[in-house]
């Protein structure tokens, strides 16, 4: 059973370019947990979704951010518009329920914007 | 406002050394805590969760205990080993909030063979 997979490892992009950062949860996980590292910070909680919906974004900045699961294909964390602030370790979890007591995090998706 | 706080930032020790890490939370009102094992890199591992009934737990070298009511939980590791030398991250999960976990920023430890 595959772990949490999340591509690419590593993104550069220019100032003002699209980042698109993909997480494909376990198998049988319905709910995806976005977090952003940023350097010297801990991790942060962005956005909480199920299949087809997004049930908590909370830790989501207002702007040029966003986020989808589908109900086929994987979750898509997508920043519009990137700035040199938006360079960290972006980190997606799964869990197959709500509340349950573990997330399984995937290695991180590593965005460097120049 | 949930803050989670580890110290030290940094811990270096010789091998076979025990130590402890702490983690301090403001709000004792959790649901659970757990210590994660981050390499550079890499992602978060499970090491150990501790659910807010519960006072601590145990796998092989590792003991988190949990203290809520003064928010604190501590991460025990005896004999470290130079493969234990990695980040460790403690987070903490509301009873009253959605699913996310909240993070300390980690306690980079290094053990010196």
């Known amino acids: 059973n595959a772990g949490v997979m999340q591509n690419p490892r590593h993104l550069v992009r220019r100032r003002g370019q699209e980042a698109r950062l993909r997480c494909s949860p376990m198998k049988g996980h319905s709910h995806v947990y976005w977090y952003r590292q940023l350097p010297e910070e801990g991790l942060k909680f962005m956005v909480y979704l199920q299949k087809e919906n997004i049930i908590d974004e909370s830790g989501m900045p207002k702007e040029r951010f966003s986020a989808e699961f589908p109900k086929e294909g994987p979750s898509i964390l997508r920043i519009q518009q990137v700035v040199r602030g938006d360079s960290a370790a972006y980190f997606c979890?799964?869990?197959?329920?709500?509340?349950?007591?573990?997330?399984?995090f995937g290695p991180g998706t590593r965005l460097t914007v120049l | 406002k949930q803050e989670v706080t580890q110290i030290p930032a940094a811990l270096s020790v010789p091998e076979g050394e025990n130590l402890v890490l702490n983690c301090s939370f403001t709000d004792s009102a959790i649901y659970n805590l757990q210590w994660f094992r981050q390499d550079p890199g890499k992602g978060l591992t499970s090491l150990l969760l501790i659910q807010s009934s519960q006072r601590e737990q145990t796998s092989g070298r590792l003991n988190a205990s949990l203290d809520k009511s003064s928010g604190r939980s501590t991460l025990y590791i005896a004999a470290s080993q130079p493969g234990d030398s990695a980040t460790y991250l403690c987070a903490v999960r509301l009873t009253n909030t959605g699913n996310q976990f909240y993070f300390g920023t980690g306690t980079s430890l290094t053990v010196i063979p």
């Open positions: 979890a799964s869990s197959p329920r709500a509340y349950t007591d573990t997330q399984y």
